[in-house]
């Protein structure tokens, strides 16, 4: 009878593993049979009512029923694993012969290129990088550069104030004294950043990018001067980049000197943009001031420095031929393709 019952069980439990559709399934069967109150937990009572002989017989016959269903179980499972899986995969499939979707590349704006490859250059010339605020105070900009409140020369840039002491900067020469009154020398430092002026035509714009130099030794010369920034120009715009000197004036600096490059429209020839010279003015720089080393607390009979500020825009002018410095800040995506 127990014998009959065990094999019946068996039969129809092995049909129920077989004709399971999903893991839910599958895990209610399991607990049918194997359950605390499973089938073969209650049919293993019966053993109790069999007579002495026949348990051997009858034992065994339900470890076989285990051993048998289990086995099901775990070919079902398998196989409903690898089943889910090959759904899965035919499901994700990627259809390599589709077209590409046209991916956009982007690139640096011309004066973000410049900067890096500007600051790349003198981190190789020993300089160390540093930055200051745009919002500045007349002290930093104007009069520890040499140039007190109501002197003639703050005429040389016009600037945008916000209250009779606080401006947005007009140079990043406002970063020198800063530098100074904290930094022991020798030092070298570069800071590229942008200024603000009230000006605006082809080759001005009310906001442009500067990178000013600052070296501070015992034996500085205007010798040294001219050559570090030969290298730097040269590096930049290529060795065979006509380089102009010229005398000038800065409060700041004495002796001073402005720099010239090839214009990049006509290249030298003359046009509107160089208005007929052929030469760009690119930097002013020159011998730092004693007045401003003193100011700054630097002792002017041990130390000498020079200084230089670039001009970044039309370095990006001259670099990309660009004819008007509004281009770079109109956001034209036409002209910032060309620029990639
Ligand atoms: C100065 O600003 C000085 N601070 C430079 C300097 C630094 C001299 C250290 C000595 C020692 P200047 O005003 O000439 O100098 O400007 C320097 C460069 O900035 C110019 O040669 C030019 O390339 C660029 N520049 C000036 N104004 C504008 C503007 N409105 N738009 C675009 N570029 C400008």
Do not use: W
């Not at 430092?189 to 009310?206: A, E, F, L, Q, W």
């Not at 030469?279 to 041990?302: F, R, W």
Request: net charge negative; hydrophobic share 35%; aromatic share 6%.
């Amino acid at each position: 009878m127990l014998f009959d019952e065990l094999q019946n069980m068996k039969n129809k439990a092995l049909q129920s593993i077989e004709s399971a559709v999903d893991k839910k399934s599958l895990g209610e069967i399991k607990g049918e049979v194997f359950g605390k109150n499973g089938a073969l937990a209650s049919l293993s009572k019966g053993m109790r009512d069999v007579a002495p002989e026949d348990r051997p017989k009858v034992g065994a016959l339900i470890n076989e029923v285990r051993n048998v269903l289990e086995a099901k179980l775990a070919q079902k499972e398998e196989e409903m694993a690898r089943k889910e899986l090959e759904e899965r995969l035919n499901s994700e499939k990627i259809d390599i012969t589709e077209p590409a979707k046209n991916c956009e590349r982007g690139a640096l704006h011309p004066i973000a290129g410049v900067i890096d490859r500007l600051t790349d250059i003198c981190v190789n010339l020993g300089f160390s990088v540093v930055e200051g605020p745009e919002v500045e105070s007349d002290y930093y900009n104007f009069e520890a550069m040499n140039i007190p409140k109501n002197h003639p020369s703050r005429d040389m840039q016009d600037t945008f104030f916000i209250n009779d002491n606080i401006l947005l900067r007009s140079q990043t020469s406002a970063v020198q004294a800063r530098e100074m009154e904290v930094r022991k020398p020798p030092f070298k430092i570069v800071c590229p950043g942008k200024t603000y002026r009230n000006d605006s035509d082809s080759t001005h714009s009310p906001v442009f990018h500067q990178m000013e130099g600052l070296v501070i030794d015992e034996n500085v010369s205007m010798a040294d001067l001219k050559s570090m920034l030969t290298i730097m120009m040269k590096r930049l715009y290529g060795d065979d980049t006509e380089i102009r000197f010229r005398p000038s004036f800065f409060p700041f600096t004495e002796p001073s000197i402005e720099v010239d490059v090839s214009c990049p429209t006509c290249h030298g020839k003359g046009c509107s943009l160089c208005k007929g010279t052929g030469m760009l003015e690119l930097l002013g720089a020159g011998i730092v001031n004693p007045k401003v080393l003193e100011m700054s607390g630097i002792d002017s009979k041990k130390y000498r420095g020079f200084a230089f500020g670039f001009g970044l825009d039309r370095t990006a002018m001259i670099l990309n031929s660009i004819g008007n410095i509004r281009y770079l800040y109109r956001n034209d995506i036409r002209f910032l393709n060309q620029m990639k």
